[in-house]
């Protein structure tokens, strides 16, 4: 397999499975596409409030897929009798500052404390918009453990989680979570670093989440690459996978899909349904903020795709047949 194996690194630099540019061109050139953009890249009308019912968890979902969206790329995923949170941000803004970067939309709908107990805490990268020093010490006191891509769990540790309870996993690791839960960390093509000189040193990945009667794909941040063949070749097919959608554009295409080739990478995956994330949360890029998904329904539509884009913070539970909420209208 040309694409399913450990992470390359040259020197303390990891690779990406192909050829990748970050380049975003100049400074200056980036700051005048911002100051000059027109696109309504924030909702002008206010979003939300949204609230999630937490007495809905004290219930098993019947299908056994059930998924609470936070927002962007933080997922409550109950699946056959355990919960496992993906990425969760919470603050206000993906930023180093309060006070600076990228500001949520709206408010995270449902309080940390009410998503537990958790089995498992899934962190596909270190950018801020996955990786939250904020929430991460709210779970210093408690028992669960966290699954992250190779070189994270510095910082899970510099933050309050203890060394054992960290499970830093290079692709092709698998880890079991329970009973009957396997996830097996995958390529994804993308970058890490939380400044300008620490690039590339920590790793980022996709992960495959299987249990005895689910089998679903969680795509966190990744360009198109080949290699989506490889993955829904061995690892498929996915009853459901979660891809972003969102913060796309044409100096960044190499580490970030788009609406069109996370349809692409779908069905390359043999997904069944396609859940769009990593949108309608944070101003990331030019385009506007409600594009991604307009352009994905489009898409869909057009190749007979399923989607499932559940209201934030509204636990919803994952059937063979398409649901659009569309909270966004």
């Given at each position: 397999?040309?694409?399913l194996?450990?992470a390359v690194?040259?020197?303390?630099?990891?690779?990406?499975?192909?050829?990748?540019?970050v380049?975003?061109g100049?400074?200056w050139?980036?700051?005048?596409?911002?100051?000059t953009?027109?696109?309504?890249?924030t909702?002008k009308r206010k979003?939300?409030?949204f609230?999630?019912?937490?007495?809905?968890?004290?219930q098993?979902?019947a299908s056994?897929l059930?998924?609470?969206?936070?927002?962007?790329s933080?997922l409550?995923?109950?699946?056959d009798?355990?919960r496992?949170l993906?990425d969760p941000v919470?603050s206000n803004?993906?930023s180093?500052s309060?006070?600076i970067?990228?500001?949520?939309?709206?408010p995270a709908p449902?309080?940390?404390v009410?998503?537990?107990?958790l089995?498992?805490?899934i962190?596909s990268h270190?950018?801020?918009?996955?990786?939250?020093r904020?929430?991460?010490?709210?779970?210093a006191?408690?028992k669960?453990?966290f699954y992250?891509?190779?070189?994270?769990g510095q910082?899970?540790q510099?933050?309050?989680?203890?060394k054992?309870r960290i499970t830093e996993?290079?692709?092709m690791?698998k880890a079991?979570i329970?009973?009957n839960?396997t996830?097996t960390?995958l390529?994804a093509?993308?970058?890490?670093g939380r400044?300008?000189?620490?690039?590339?040193?920590t790793?980022?990945?996709?992960f495959?989440?299987?249990?005895a009667a689910h089998?679903?794909?969680?795509?966190?941040d990744?360009g198109?690459?080949?290699g989506f063949?490889e993955?829904?070749?061995v690892y498929?097919?996915?009853d459901?996978?979660?891809?972003?959608i969102?913060a796309?554009?044409?100096n960044?295409?190499?580490?970030?899909?788009?609406?069109d080739?996370a349809i692409?990478?779908?069905?390359a995956?043999?997904?069944k349904?396609m859940m769009p994330?990593?949108?309608?949360?944070?101003?990331?890029?030019?385009h506007?903020?409600n594009?991604?998904?307009k352009?994905?329904?489009?898409?869909a539509?057009?190749?007979?795709?399923?989607?499932f884009l559940?209201?934030?913070?509204v636990?919803?539970?994952?059937?063979a047949?398409?649901?659009?909420?569309r909270w966004?209208?």
């Open positions: 397999m040309e694409f194996h450990p690194k040259e020197g303390k630099k990891y690779l990406n499975p192909i050829p990748t540019s380049s975003t100049s400074l050139g980036v700051l005048w596409r911002y100051m953009n027109k696109a309504e890249t909702p979003l939300g409030p609230t999630t019912d937490t007495s809905i968890y004290k098993a979902p056994g059930r998924i609470t969206w936070v927002g962007h933080s409550l995923i109950e699946v009798g355990l496992l993906t919470w803004r993906a180093f309060g006070f970067g990228p500001h949520r939309f709206f449902v309080a940390l009410d998503l537990m107990p089995d498992a805490i962190i270190d950018h801020y918009d996955h990786l939250d904020h929430v991460i010490p709210q779970f006191s408690s669960v453990p992250c891509s190779k070189g994270v910082y899970l510099a933050w309050g989680i203890q054992e996993m290079d692709w690791d079991t329970g009973n839960c996830i960390a390529p093509r993308h970058f890490s400044g300008l000189f620490n690039r590339f040193e790793l980022w990945s996709s495959a989440i299987k249990t089998n679903i794909y969680y795509g966190a990744s198109w690459h080949d063949n993955i829904g070749e498929g097919p996915f459901l996978t979660m891809l972003e969102g796309y554009n044409e960044w295409a190499d580490i970030h899909m788009g609406p080739n692409k990478a779908h069905q995956l043999k997904g349904i994330i990593h949108w309608g949360t944070f101003n990331l890029a030019l506007p903020w594009e991604p998904v352009r994905v329904m489009e898409g539509s057009a190749k007979g795709i399923k989607l559940p209201k934030p913070g636990p919803t539970e994952v059937t047949g398409e649901y659009i909420s966004w209208e």
